[in-house]
């Protein structure tokens, strides 16, 4: 299975500032996401991180509030723009080869007051 | 687009005894259903997967089963122990997207 680490693990941000969140993959992977999940919650897909192209965004997520890249195949940002209080989640990527076997990073923590 | 529903949201057993948690997706093009295991303050963890051409699927003392006519799967815990207490998601993906559509998640305890 795919290594998957994030950065920075958790993080405090003032309102109206941005966060970009690192995913690094030690393999190279065709498939990688980004999701939040509040505390308590289930995971809510954000995107699809395309490899070469735009991110694929899910309903209620957009470019100008969450812009991914993903420059090659083992590694992928996620920024939290103009950020509010609402923002404050565990964010999570997860990649993997094909359709099967989705692994996850070890999340986020971004808290914003 | 996709729906999954998960049930039941928390399930509480004695130490030995069997749990089942239950899902049902929406949308019949759905191939590929994982389950995932998340312990306080952790990533979720690939437990077991099914894909929609096996019926069931067994790792020691988890079996998922699956029922295609119906669109639901099942996760199946037998001699359960303390260390199996945490959250459990299920989830559905299709081949078109590749993309995880979670349930709710079903929080089981499991009482020494």
């Known amino acids: 299975s795919a290594v998957i680490s994030q950065k920075p693990s958790r993080d405090i941000c003032q309102r109206g500032t941005s966060l970009t969140i690192q995913c690094q993959v030690d393999?190279?992977?065709?498939?990688m996401f980004w999701y939040r999940q509040q505390p308590g919650q289930s995971l809510t897909l954000i995107a699809t991180?395309?490899?070469?192209?735009?991110?694929?965004?899910e309903s209620g997520f957009v470019i100008d509030k969450f812009p991914i890249s993903r420059p090659n195949l083992t590694f992928s940002t996620l920024t939290v723009s103009n950020m509010s209080p609402e923002d404050s989640s565990i964010y999570l990527c997860?990649?993997?080869?094909?359709?099967?076997?989705?692994?996850f990073g070890p999340g986020t923590r971004l808290t914003v007051t | 687009g996709e729906n999954v529903e998960q049930h039941p949201s928390t399930l509480s057993v004695q130490e030995g005894d069997s749990a089942v948690i239950k899902c049902t997706y929406s949308?019949?093009?759905?191939?590929?259903f994982p389950w995932y295991k998340q312990e306080l303050g952790k990533r979720p963890q690939l437990i077991i997967d099914?894909?929609?051409?096996?019926g069931e699927k067994k790792d020691q003392r988890i079996a998922v089963t699956l029922n295609k006519t119906a669109k639901h799967f099942s996760l199946h815990i037998t001699e359960t122990q303390p260390e199996d207490s945490a959250v459990y998601f299920c989830?559905?993906?299709?081949?078109?997207?590749?993309?995880?559509?979670f349930g709710s998640g079903t929080r089981l305890l499991v009482r020494p």
């Open positions: 997860s990649a993997g080869s094909g359709q099967y076997e989705q692994y």
């Open positions: 393999s190279q992977v065709t498939m």
């Open positions: 991180a395309n490899q070469g192209s735009e991110a694929t965004y």
């Open positions: 949308d019949s093009a759905s191939n590929y």
């Open positions: 099914i894909r929609s051409n096996v």
């Open positions: 989830a559905a993906s299709k081949p078109s997207s590749y993309k995880l559509i």
